[in-house]
Each structure stands twice: as structure tokens, then as C-alpha cells.
């Protein structure tokens, strides 16, 4: 592992002791290089799912940024990241955040929303639900696949620091107030992987989860050598003298991504809003306060009891 890389003059480039430079996959651009790979892609996803050999997935499909051709008033369609399906008809999004801001939970929410129709257009269309009976797809027209929407976070965003992933389900309010609450369904779930605390709690690199989120996170310098395919293999796309100039050229105009920065104004401008309205607030206080000052010294001059004063003050 190289301990002392320095940072190229562009911060998605890191280069090594030797002059090899790498890009650094924490970015949503060059995230989709990495997973660009279909043995990368499912050992993340088994990794993070932490299923067993009988239970992992076996093969499956992706697309990088899928479009979601659902109607929205901007006439401009979600992209998920990473849009996988597995051959047993599950369903997955791998989104890559780096900021996490006022609408970052409604994001979420959205996206799985768009994964769960996206999930159920497919899931109606694959081998298995047509070569079902007409009867038995009548009576399954409300069967939902296994939807599971991912977010791996470079900004901190669970409220415990003594975790760096959790899973997320919809629960039943009395049974969590009663402390005995199990997920309503585990059909739809979310995992959420908070960056900042993986790299504070997790020292070194013990299992495959820890290799991919060390390498998503710092970048393959900060990854030990290995002579894992799937490892090497990863590693090796993220090294620049392997792309052409103009693909760096594409890669380098796409790293805006404007909905975060859309998403980050929008936050910038409630913020300064609420801070508008909260002045306002205090100024109409203290007009107030140096009005009910002056209505109480005038009903003093005229002999009016204090407690008599405070009485005709409140009913204003």
C-alpha cells in the first residue's frame, strides 16, 4: 500500500511514488468506471449484502445512468448510477453521494420509488412472471420484486458515529415503541453506508466489503497489493494511462453533477430565508418589547398597578 501518494493538480487524479497516476472512484464519473465490470458489480453487492454463497447473486445485468421514464414537471428524467438486475428478478441502484444536504432523505426516497416501478415494469416482463399461468399472474398482479436501493455516502449521514452502514425498512410504529419491531417486508429496503465512519471504525483491510469501501472511498493507493482478479482487475481501469486523452477529456466535463448543485442552492436559498424571517422576527420583538416599555411607563404615571399593567399588556 502506498502511504505517502501525492495529489495531482486535478483532485480526482492521485499518483504514487512512482509517477503512475490513478482516479479516484469516489466521484459518481469515475465510480461508474469501476463498476464498469460485471464480477465487480457482484462482489460489492454481495459483499454489502453480506450474503452467503447460497443466497448470493450469480448473474446478473446493469446499465450506468439508467433513465427513469417516469413524467416530471422539469420534463427531465432521474439517472440512477448503477441500475442492476439479477437473474432471480432482484433489482438494485448503487448510488455514489458525495454531498449530503437538506433533500438528501427526500432524494433517497424518490430514487427508491423510481427503483420500485422500474423493478415492477421489469419484473412483469421477465421469464418468470410470463411463464406463470394467466391465472396466477392475475392473482400475482401486486407481487413486488426484491427492490434494494444503495447509497454509499462520502459525506456523514447516520446519526450514530458507532456504526458506518445500516439497513433501512418500513416498520410498524406500535412494535418499535413496544421494542419488538421486525420489518413489515424485507422487499424493499434500503442500505445506507456512511464513508467517513467505515474509515474511522474499520482499521485495515480484513474482509472484501472493507477492500471495496476503502477503494471507493480513498482511492487505490490507499488499498493493499493483491493478486485477487476481480481486485487487480478493478484497480487496473482506474489507472489513467489506460484511457485515451479524450475519454479523460469526457470524463472531466462530466463531473458536474447539477442536480446536487441544484439541490445545494435550493438549500442555500431556505437557509437564507429562514434567516431573513428569523431577523425579521427579532426586530418586530424587540419593536415590540420597546412599545409595551413605553405603555407601561405611561400606565405607571398614572397610577396604575403592575399587576393591573401586565394584565392589559397580554391581552394585546
Known sequence: MYNNANQSTKKYIVRNEQGEEF??????????????????????????????????????????????????????????DVWVRTKDNRYLNIEMQNKVHSFFFD??????SYLTLRGKYEFNRSPYFQGLSEEDRKYRYYELPETVSIWLCNDSVLRSKDIYKDV?????????KS????????KNRYIVVDLPNFLRLRKGVKTRED??????????????????????????????????PELLKALEASMFDHHEYEALEAEAFLKGQAKGKESERKK????????????????????????????????K
Open 23 to 80: 482516479l479516484l472512484p469516489k466521484y459518481a464519473a469515475i465510480f461508474r468506471i469501476l463498476m464498469d465490470d460485471k464480477d465487480t458489480i457482484r462482489d460489492v453487492l454481495n459483499s454489502l449484502l453480506q450474503l452467503d454463497p447460497d443466497h448470493g447473486i450469480v448473474d446478473l445485468e446493469y446499465e450506468f445512468e439508467k433513465p427513469i421514464d417516469i413524467f416530471m414537471p422539469e420534463n427531465d428524467p432521474a439517472r440512477l
Open 107 to 112: 432524494r433517497m426516497q424518490l430514487y427508491n
Open 168 to 176: 433501512w425498512s418500513t416498520y410498524s410504529e406500535y412494535e418499535v
Open 179 to 186: 421494542g419488538n419491531a421486525h420489518p413489515i417486508s424485507r
Open 211 to 244: 477492500f471495496w469501501l476503502r477503494l471507493i472511498s480513498r482511492g487505490p493507493l490507499q488499498v493493499p497489493e493483491t493478486e485477487d482478479p476481480i481486485f487487480v482487475n478493478a484497480r487496473e481501469r482506474l489507472r489513467v494511462s489506460r484511457m485515451k
Open 284 to 315: 418586530n420583538d424587540a419593536d415590540n418589547a420597546a412599545r409595551d416599555s413605553k405603555r407601561a411607563d405611561f400606565l405607571r404615571s398614572q397610577n396604575v398597578p403592575d399587576s393591573v399593567i401586565a394584565k392589559m399588556l397580554a391581552l
